[in-house]
């Protein structure tokens, strides 16, 4: 992935210089110290701070724990409106491009989002420059992984605070690969394949080798991107516009990918309506002994109550095409950032910098969420209780973002008909692929 080169015209973005400029030091106040802190910030005090997000669940912590905790420190109330993602990105659109005063304060800014939405938020290096509230002084913003400052950076300047970095990583069951012979995890597609095929024989009739997400919906693309950059294949690339997804390398991924399903029945049949619940559900419910999902949902299916596997699963690299050495995997994420038109910036931020915080993002990683920084993805006590976050933490080092550019939008919905094509057996992935780029060559024609 290329680097940011610069803030406005000035030093590479990295993780330290965005300390540069911060604010007076306060001290000495822990986060859940009882005491009402004051934070030295210029402008008045207002009465609610609205934030505007999805209606995913991993927010847990935030709503039921932080916001109570920072209207209890600094009395200010938090309304957090939720929509589905559609009419989120409408909501935030209309709102945005008005030139007019926006609704909320503090907008939960996907990856997907960041190529339309930068021009409106406000740069986080000039927020760090002036704010003065609990964490200015020592926020540890060289903390974050680099991938995750690039994901909610355009153009070498920040626009969000990283919160959630999300990657794919194998999970799988060791006891079952042991009973089949495999003392570990495979490392590579053809070990893969072959561990796939002796699980599933061994859990006939109910539990097969592998798992993924092959509805045509959300979650299908994210699904096969570790597979596609793992075979060295791709999407396109952002400053050329050259397209690669019908490449030798991308179709041969998306060829090893259906087969699984198809030709070497791997997969469950109904993982074709499978999307994000449905890959935890099955996990929980036993139905595969090996996926390539989030990585946050080692929570849900390792330590929920609810889950028939808790307590079975540890994690690997995702496999690599010949080599763990090729293992790659998408990388996504949301980050918090805040609107140049919003009412209440300067508050706003010391409550994305509250939310954002050390303390807080170790506590979120207990409801679900993969928190975007290093030091507590490493935090031995965060190890320990999880398992997957050293895995997260190495896999991260060679994660790709996808395209975060005005066209991924439309190009990505294109691309779900043709893997879903392929799953279905409608069409070879070479003709599936060509389609698809074919599409793709149309619709960044038309935007110019």
Same mark, same amino acid.
């Given at each position: 992935?290329?680097?940011?080169?610069?803030?406005?015209?000035?030093?590479?973005?990295?993780?330290?210089?965005?300390? /540069?400029?911060?604010?007076?030091?306060?001290?000495?106040?822990?986060?859940?110290?009882?005491?009402?802190?004051?934070?030295?910030?210029?402008?008045?005090?207002?009465?609610?701070?609205?934030?505007?997000?999805?209606?995913?669940?991993?927010?847990?912590?935030?709503?039921?724990?932080?916001?109570?905790?920072?209207?209890?420190?600094?009395?200010?109330?938090?309304?957090?409106?939720?929509?589905?993602?559609?009419?989120?990105?409408?909501?935030?659109?209309?709102?945005?491009?008005?030139?007019?005063?926006?609704?909320? #304060?503090?907008?939960?800014?996907?990856?997907?989002?960041?190529?339309?939405?930068?021009?409106?938020?406000?740069?986080?290096?000039?927020?760090?420059?002036?704010?003065?509230?609990?964490?200015?002084?020592?926020?540890?913003?060289?903390?974050?992984?680099?991938?995750?400052?690039?994901?909610?950076?355009?153009?070498?300047?920040?626009?969000?605070?990283?919160?959630?970095?999300?990657?794919?990583?194998?999970?799988?069951?060791?006891?079952?690969?042991?009973?089949?012979?495999?003392?570990?995890?495979?490392?590579?597609?053809?070990?893969?394949?072959?561990?796939?095929?002796?699980?599933?024989?061994?859990?006939?009739?109910?539990?097969?080798?592998?798992?993924?997400?092959?509805?045509?919906?959300?979650?299908?693309?994210?699904?096969?991107?570790?597979?596609?950059?793992?075979?060295?294949?791709?999407?396109?690339?952002?400053?050329?516009?050259?397209?690669?997804?019908?490449?030798?390398?991308?179709?041969?991924?998306?060829?090893?990918?259906?087969?699984?399903?198809?030709?070497?029945?791997?997969?469950?049949? #109904?993982?074709?309506?499978?999307?994000? #619940?449905? /890959?935890?559900?099955?996990?929980?419910? #036993?139905?595969?002994?090996?996926? /390539?999902?989030?990585?946050?949902?080692?929570?849900? /299916?390792?330590?929920?109550?609810?889950?028939?596997?808790?307590?079975?699963?540890?994690?690997?690299?995702?496999?690599?095409?010949?080599?763990?050495?090729?293992?790659?995997?998408?990388?996504?994420?949301?980050?918090?950032?805040?609107?140049?038109?919003?009412?209440?910036?300067?508050?706003?931020?010391?409550?994305?910098?509250?939310?954002?915080?050390?303390?807080?993002?170790?506590?979120?990683?207990?409801?679900?969420?993969?928190?975007?920084?290093?030091?507590?993805?490493?935090?031995?006590?965060?190890?320990?209780?999880?398992?997957?976050?050293?895995?997260?933490?190495?896999?991260?080092?060679?994660?790709?973002?996808?395209?975060?550019?005005?066209?991924?939008?439309?190009?990505?919905?294109?691309?779900?008909?043709?893997?879903?094509?392929?799953?279905?057996?409608?069409?070879?992935?070479?003709?599936?692929?060509?389609?698809?780029?074919?599409?793709?060559?149309?619709?960044?024609?038309?935007?110019?």
């Amino acid at each position: 992935m290329e680097k940011n080169k610069g803030i406005l015209n000035g030093p590479k973005v990295t993780r330290r210089n965005l300390l /540069i400029g911060s604010a007076a030091t306060v001290a000495g106040v822990g986060i859940m110290s009882s005491t009402l802190f004051t934070p030295a910030l210029a402008r008045s005090k207002p009465a609610k701070l609205t934030v505007l997000g999805d209606s995913a669940p991993w927010k847990g912590t935030i709503i039921e724990d932080a916001i109570p905790a920072f209207t209890k420190e600094t009395g200010i109330e938090v309304e957090y409106i939720q929509l589905p993602n559609e009419p989120l990105v409408t909501r935030a659109r209309a709102e945005l491009t008005s030139g007019s005063t926006t609704s909320f #304060d503090v907008m939960q800014m996907g990856a997907s989002m960041i190529g339309w939405m930068h021009p409106y938020m406000a740069d986080v290096n000039e927020l760090m420059k002036t704010a003065g509230g609990k964490y200015a002084a020592d926020f540890g913003m060289d903390e974050f992984s680099q991938a995750s400052i690039d994901l909610a950076s355009i153009d070498g300047v920040q626009r969000g605070i990283p919160y959630r970095s999300t990657t794919y990583i194998l999970h799988y069951q060791p006891d079952l690969l042991e009973q089949v012979g495999l003392s570990a995890p495979p490392s590579n597609f053809a070990e893969y394949l072959d561990a796939a095929q002796k699980l599933t024989e061994a859990g006939k009739p109910n539990r097969f080798g592998v798992g993924y997400c092959a509805r045509q919906g959300g979650a299908i693309v994210d699904h096969f991107g570790p597979y596609l950059l793992s075979s060295g294949g791709g999407f396109y690339d952002s400053k050329t516009k050259e397209i690669l997804i019908n490449n030798a390398e991308s179709v041969a991924a998306v060829d090893y990918y259906a087969s699984l399903l198809n030709k070497h029945k791997v997969v469950p049949e #109904d993982a074709l309506t499978w999307e994000w #619940d449905e /890959i935890i559900a099955n996990a929980q419910n #036993d139905r595969y002994a090996m996926g /390539i999902t989030l990585n946050a949902s080692a929570t849900p /299916i390792n330590r929920s109550d609810k889950s028939k596997t808790k307590g079975r699963w540890q994690w690997a690299l995702v496999p690599g095409r010949e080599t763990i050495a090729d293992s790659r995997s998408s990388l996504g994420g949301w980050s918090f950032a805040v609107p140049s038109a919003g009412a209440n910036t300067e508050w706003a931020f010391e409550f994305v910098q509250f939310i954002t915080s050390r303390e807080w993002a170790k506590r979120s990683m207990e409801k679900g969420n993969a928190s975007a920084r290093l030091s507590v993805l490493n935090d031995p006590e965060v190890i320990a209780k999880y398992g997957f976050t050293k895995v997260m933490a190495d896999q991260l080092k060679t994660a790709i973002a996808n395209p975060r550019d005005a066209y991924w939008g439309a190009v990505e919905a294109q691309l779900r008909a043709g893997l879903s094509k392929t799953l279905l057996g409608q069409a070879s992935p070479q003709d599936a692929m060509d389609e698809v780029a074919a599409g793709w060559e149309r619709t960044m024609r038309r935007a110019g």
